[in-house]
């Protein structure tokens, strides 16, 4: 009987897959892939029989099923198969259906942690999610439901939404009616973990306008005290002088034991 | 001026770096590490100088200052400089005051993201913090206060904590008292990524007795949607014949493209 192995792809850029999920990927005969991760994945495993089931081109309904066949089907031949999600199986990789689809069939697998887009973004940004003193807490939310109605709550001192750039006023209403005041720094991030990412600044109240930058593209937001934006780094001209900036680290180096 | 690197080296075990932060690691000229990572990322940059700046054998209130002067001191040598934290610097990381410090002098730095502990722990039970329908947000929490207060509540489908094995009693009451029913599912992985990594499964009100087995290690908690179990794999006796499931499957198969 083959071996199955549910990995998290990280956030797109090939390079963010753990050196775990790499080496299994390379050992892979068959490889079922999400399209959204980085082609260039495809060369961490050559020689395996890659099958695309991304959401393009199937119905939502028949999609799982089909996975599951594959995953039962390949598994069943003695392959060493490898389902590659994007970004961490545990955290919006609907891994519930497929691991129970397998168990079902009486196959173990394992499961290789990623990064969820959450990190990538916050990373990029340069905001970490958890602040010291203010920010003990993080939740992570897809804004839409399975309805399709988009939902946004305050729960955490930090809450961060997984979603598309075009619906960010959509967002923005509802952060407003749940009662984060307009004045809340709100961090955008979009292509998370890619060279192309962008990151925007704002608060609640002019979170609108990020739509038009972040619109086609898959977008993380987060609001509350890790999007809080950091000082930048002071111009070179108001830089503390390097000789007493190295005065000051050596007085402080000395105490090392 | 040298380049610094705030790298996420995952829940522990090595292999759970990314590919973008080992390729940084192997680069780099001068490490700062967490006493908490796996010897055996030192393998991953053999010729470089590791410095080990974990809790142990500093008091906390100079720690951070010693860790900011030996950044810039390395960095002004025009060294290589990774500072590598275990899980994903951007949580419960402290990586405000680090970027903060290196900015105040004039730096750059880059942020590669990690694996943080929570995914870990939720690939290790294959008990994914999300689930379709009804699981929608998950947050993450450390319990301890810098009071050292344990503090639990109730915001989101899955709430997961960070903390040490030997306070579950105190989360559990916290919990309860927060309004979760004593039925509710509770999942505990002490050593996350690792080997020996050690999974039980409880409901709040029998939560307590977990404290002995999972004592001593790093511990993460979640209660609620995501902590309930997926059935397991049946027996073999209770399986669906081979032929019959071949059928099924390739039933569905056919209405492939």
Do not use: C, N
Request: positive net charge.
């Amino acid at each position: 009987m083959g071996t199955i192995a549910f990995i998290g792809a990280g956030p797109g850029a090939a390079d963010l897959i753990t050196v775990r999920g790499a080496r299994l990927l390379a050992e892979a005969e068959v490889v079922l892939a999400d399209a959204l991760t980085d082609p260039a994945l495809r060369a961490l495993a050559p020689q395996a029989h890659w099958i695309d089931v991304g959401k393009r081109g199937f119905g939502r309904a028949t999609e799982q099923t089909v996975i599951h066949a594959l995953l039962l089907h390949h598994a069943a031949t003695g392959a060493r198969v490898v389902r590659l999600k994007g970004g961490d199986p545990s955290v919006f990789g609907r891994l519930e259906e497929e691991l129970a689809a397998v168990r079902a069939a009486g196959h173990e697998a394992v499961v290789v942690p990623g990064v969820t887009a959450a990190l990538a973004a916050a990373a990029d940004a340069q905001q970490p999610l958890t602040r010291r003193g203010h920010g003990r807490s993080v939740a992570l939310t897809t804004a839409m439901t399975r309805e399709h109605d988009l939902q946004a709550g305050r729960h955490a001192d930090t809450e961060v939404f997984y979603m598309a750039g075009k619906q960010l006023p959509g967002l923005a209403r509802q952060l407003a009616a749940a009662g984060w005041p307009a004045t809340t720094p709100v961090s955008v991030v979009s292509r998370a973990g890619w060279p192309d990412a962008i990151h925007s600044q704002h608060t609640l109240d002019t979170l609108a306008q990020a739509s038009v930058l972040h619109s086609g593209r898959p977008t993380v937001v987060w609001i509350g005290a890790g999007a809080r934006a950091l000082p930048a780094a002071p111009a070179p001209a108001e830089r503390p002088q390097a000789d007493a900036d190295k005065r000051a680290r050596s007085s402080v180096l000395r105490t090392l034991p």
